[in-house]
């Protein structure tokens, strides 16, 4: 059973923020939520986690709902290289990392 | 730093054929995992390797995949004989032990591509 819901798929023009939407309505209280992407032809790349506190780093800002329900990363300004697979993982320590489909997402010059 | 290394980057064998694939972790991961990702999908868990100890190996089929991690380092996926859906993208990645917990420590290679025909 996959944790969590994506869209297929999204676009985004270049320069312009994108928001890659996230549900997990029945993650646990000692899950995190995880986001990896994967570039054509290459292996996932960490990107940002959070158990319930909104997170930043220098690639992207991750929302997590007060419920903790659902969850949003921000690209704050997309760029041609950011397009990719996004997966949204929910995770509690010491389990593996269980990837679903994710969303496909298309920077448009 | 190099990363986690794969070779080959592709493969093509005819059914019935064995296929190995070789994989440098980053020097100092304890944990190393094989992932396979079948096209439009995500990847999924073969097998995990604590050092060189399989620690995890409840979804490799067992039948016609195994796998080693001699001296804790270096890791070898073996398929024999190797069947026509078992084409897909094979990945590695490793992961320092003291921060696994985190999920963040994953560094993964660029895979190896296996088409069987």
């Known amino acids: 059973d996959a944790k969590t819901t994506q869209p297929p798929s999204m676009d985004c023009a270049e320069g312009r923020a994108a928001n890659l939407p996230c549900n997990h309505s029945?993650?646990?209280?000692?899950?995190?939520v995880y986001w990896y992407r994967q570039i054509h032809s290459q292996g996932p790349q960490y990107i940002i986690h959070?158990?319930?506190n909104n997170e930043t780093n220098e690639m992207a800002s991750l929302i997590i709902t007060e419920d903790r329900k659902s969850s949003t990363l921000i690209l704050p300004h997309a760029t041609l290289r950011d397009t990719a697979v996004y997966y949204c993982?929910?995770?509690?320590?010491?389990?593996?990392?269980?990837f679903g489909k994710g969303t496909k997402l298309s920077v448009i010059p | 730093e190099a990363g986690v290394v794969q070779s080959p980057r592709y493969k093509i064998i005819e059914k019935k054929q064995p296929v190995a694939f070789w994989c440098n972790p980053i020097?100092?991961?304890?944990?190393l995992y094989w992932y396979r990702q079948n096209l439009g999908q995500g990847p999924e868990l073969l097998i995990r390797?604590?050092?060189?100890?399989?620690?995890?190996d409840s979804q490799l089929p067992k039948d016609r995949f195994s796998a080693e991690r001699l001296k804790g380092v270096d890791s070898t996926l073996k398929i024999q004989p190797a069947e026509l859906g078992d084409s897909a993208v094979y990945l590695c990645?490793?992961?320092?032990?003291?921060?696994?917990?985190?999920?963040?420590?994953?560094?993964f290679g660029s895979g190896t591509r296996l088409t069987v025909v």
């Open positions: 990645a490793s992961s320092p032990l003291l921060l696994r917990d985190t999920g963040e420590g994953y560094t």
């Open positions: 020097s100092g991961h304890n944990t």
């Open positions: 993982i929910v995770r509690a320590l010491l389990e593996q990392l269980t």
């Open positions: 029945t993650i646990s209280g000692n899950e995190y």
């Open positions: 959070g158990l319930k």
């Open positions: 390797y604590e050092n060189e100890e399989a620690v995890d």
